[in-house]
């Protein structure tokens, strides 16, 4: 194993409370995938970082390979777990591990993603520069090249920003984007938030399926906070069939949607936040989910706003 920040060197030494707090939870991933993960993190040109692992309930050859890290440097590496070893989920799992984080930021790796080298390095850059943000989020890459198909690799991605670069979203304004599928959602391990945003709206959204954990905390961060969307390409987002999205049947996610309306409607109305405009787009967004129906129909119903705005032709 070979990393740019290794145990002993005068560079990975940490301060007493360390600038960006990595929170990685696991349940069971394949090893290979979570070694690299890891590694993405030992690898950064940016030093001054802890890495929290929470283990969700997972066997034992999981448990041994981050215990091998926190052995690799205890002194930046910790790994938590629930009491008697439960399965709580994505959210509870976080929210252990803000419990105990140092850092002024906070990074989430999904187990199973990879970082850019420079990630930490530049959204440190970035929030000190820009105080008044209080989370920040990159493009991500659709990883699909790590594995070959039938002998033939497969091709990767870049979705669209959907905004502009450096689009600063007000208290409030990214919430209704995110709902309509306006702008790029970008993958927890894209972003980077402020320690103090995420613990003055409660932490990470319990009560949400793993499908829909990243938009609830969203929700809850850019209801109160400043949001910057940048241009840069912080992270590979592995695509394989064992993934929480990927791995769902249509039917199963269309009820998580559902399941994750239910929850910002109800979040929203104890924030005293559900105006008009979100009780409508509410409306719209549960009936799309009510029953199956392809990606351009869907673009119809999200129009339908609009069309009505703009009155009737020949009326």
Not at 146 to 169: H, I, K, M, N
Not at 218 to 232: H, I, N, Q, T
Not at 234 to 257: F, K, L, Q
Request: with cysteine; aromatic share 8%.
């Amino acid at each position: 194993m070979s990393h740019r920040s290794r145990p002993g060197d005068s560079m990975s030494t940490p301060r007493a409370s360390p600038r960006v707090s990595v929170i990685m939870t696991f349940l069971d991933p394949p090893l290979g995938f979570f070694r690299e993960a890891v590694e993405s993190v030992f690898d950064q040109t940016f030093p001054d970082w802890e890495l929290i692992f929470v283990n969700d309930g997972s066997g034992r050859e999981a448990s041994r390979a981050a215990e091998e890290f926190v052995r690799l440097d205890p002194s930046r590496v910790r790994c938590l777990a629930h009491d008697g070893g439960v399965n709580l989920g994505i959210p509870a799992s976080r929210n252990l591990a803000l419990a105990h984080a140092r850092g002024e930021f906070i990074a989430c790796l999904d187990a199973d993603d990879v970082w850019d080298l420079a990630k930490l390095a530049a959204q440190v850059r970035i929030l000190d520069a820009r105080p008044d943000v209080d989370m920040l989020f990159g493009r991500h890459m659709l990883w699909r090249s790590w594995e070959e198909r039938d002998g033939v690799g497969r091709v990767d991605q870049v979705p669209s920003l959907g905004v502009a670069d450096r689009t600063e979203f007000r208290p409030g304004s990214f919430l209704p984007l995110v709902m309509r599928s306006r702008i790029s959602i970008p993958p927890p391990s894209s972003v980077m938030v402020r320690a103090p945003a995420v613990r003055s709206v409660g932490g990470f959204g319990e009560g949400v399926s793993n499908h829909y954990e990243d938009q609830a905390f969203y929700a809850k961060v850019s209801l109160r906070g400043v949001v910057l969307a940048c241009d840069d390409v912080w992270c590979r987002y592995r695509i394989h069939d064992g993934s929480v999205t990927h791995g769902a049947t249509r039917a199963e996610g269309r009820a998580a949607r559902r399941e994750f309306l239910d929850w910002l409607e109800n979040y929203l109305a104890g924030q005293g936040a559900l105006d008009a405009p979100i009780r409508r787009t509410l409306r719209l967004e549960r009936w799309a989910a009510m029953v199956p129906r392809g990606p351009g129909i869907l673009r119809v119903f999200r129009r339908i706003p609009r069309y009505l705005a703009r009155g009737i032709p020949g009326q």
